[in-house]
């Protein structure tokens, strides 16, 4: 166990969004004893071309719950209905209570501005809620926080209004298995929906031992794309000899409205970086 264990809240609008966007670095936290729990807003009973509503709501639930086994952290689903998220007051003060609750030092989120709405909005209610949760008056049966954590944004390629500024990035190597297991997990979304949504269904094997690796080689590119786009970052976080070596790689970027992320306690949060 870590000497001061950290709460890591990794927020997302769907439930494969925290495993897909920080589920290496999550994996990376529960390694060493710190607490991690994922949380999708949504209960994604919107995301499949053939099922819906609440038996699709619950393979989902149950999907995301065994992805947080994979990666050893708590993984829960909300239930407000998947595509339909709005910045609302009512789940602003949802968003507040869990973030009270929990009692986080680390929240990651989506960026406020990226293709799916439910993404933005569940940007926009983590945002909105940042400051409230320090306002005793506002969610009053839930007691406020003396601090805001420290909020960053997980990546995305998205270019307008301005691209991802990577302050974090975390070598994911040594864990880049079981975050293929987290995502291995969402058999609805992996190889059903997005396949379908994309139209490369036809590419899924059946079986599941060659979906497991399809599903690898699809990832593989992906998290290399990372590690190379901040391979700069990686050398001033794990010195130029590791970081030049890093195959994958997640990456954060601070937001303005949490608690500041500095190059002091940039090495408390992410307790990864051994030169
Ligand atoms: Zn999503």
């Given at each position: 166990m870590a000497n001061n264990p950290l709460n890591i809240l990794i927020i997302g609008a769907h439930p494969d969004d925290p495993d897909y966007s920080a589920g290496g670095t999550a994996a990376l936290y529960a390694q060493r004893g710190?607490?991690?729990?994922?949380?999708?807003?949504t209960n994604g009973d919107a995301g499949h071309h053939e099922q819906g509503g609440a038996p699709l709501a619950w393979r989902r639930?149950?999907?995301?719950?065994?992805?947080?086994?994979?990666?050893?952290?708590?993984?829960?689903?909300?239930?407000?209905?998947d595509g339909a998220l709005l910045p609302s007051l009512e789940n602003?003060?949802?968003?507040?209570?869990?973030?009270?609750?929990?009692?986080?030092?680390?929240?990651?989120?989506?960026?406020?501005?990226?293709?799916?709405?439910?993404?933005?909005?569940?940007?926009?209610?983590?945002?909105?809620?940042?400051?409230?949760?320090?306002?005793?008056n506002v969610v009053?049966?839930?007691p406020h926080l003396r601090t805001m954590p420290v909020i960053v944004h997980t990546w995305?390629?998205?270019?307008?209004?301005?691209?991802?500024?990577?302050?974090?990035?975390?070598a994911i190597d040594a864990v880049v298995e079981a975050k293929v297991d987290a995502l291995h997990c969402h058999t609805s979304q992996m190889y059903?929906?997005?396949?379908?949504?994309?139209?490369y269904l036809e590419q899924v094997p059946a079986n599941?031992?060659?979906?497991?690796?399809?599903?690898?080689?699809?990832?593989?590119?992906?998290?290399?794309?990372?590690?190379?786009?901040?391979?700069?970052?990686?050398g001033e976080l794990y010195g130029t000899a590791r970081?030049?070596?890093?195959?994958?790689?997640?990456?954060?970027?601070?937001?303005?409205?949490?608690?500041?992320?500095?190059?002091?306690?940039?090495?408390?949060?992410?307790?990864?970086?051994t030169k």
């Open positions: 710190h607490r991690v729990k994922m949380v999708s807003l639930r149950i999907e995301a719950a065994n992805a947080g086994k994979a990666l050893g952290v708590e993984y829960i689903t909300l239930d407000i209905h602003r003060n949802l968003v507040i209570a869990i973030i009270r609750e929990f009692q986080p030092d680390l929240i990651t989120i989506h960026r406020p501005n990226d293709y799916h709405p439910d993404h933005r909005y569940a940007s926009q209610l983590v945002q909105d809620a940042s400051y409230m949760v320090t306002v005793p009053s049966h839930v995305d390629h998205f270019q307008k209004p301005y691209p991802f500024q990577a302050d974090v990035v975390v059903e929906w997005l396949p379908y949504n994309g139209r599941l031992a060659e979906r497991r690796a399809w599903l690898r080689q699809r990832q593989d590119a992906r998290l290399r794309r990372v590690a190379d786009l901040y391979r700069a970052k990686l970081g030049d070596q890093v195959q994958y790689a997640e990456a954060f970027e601070a937001c303005e409205y949490g608690s500041p992320l500095t190059s002091e306690n940039v090495q408390t949060l992410f307790p990864f970086f």
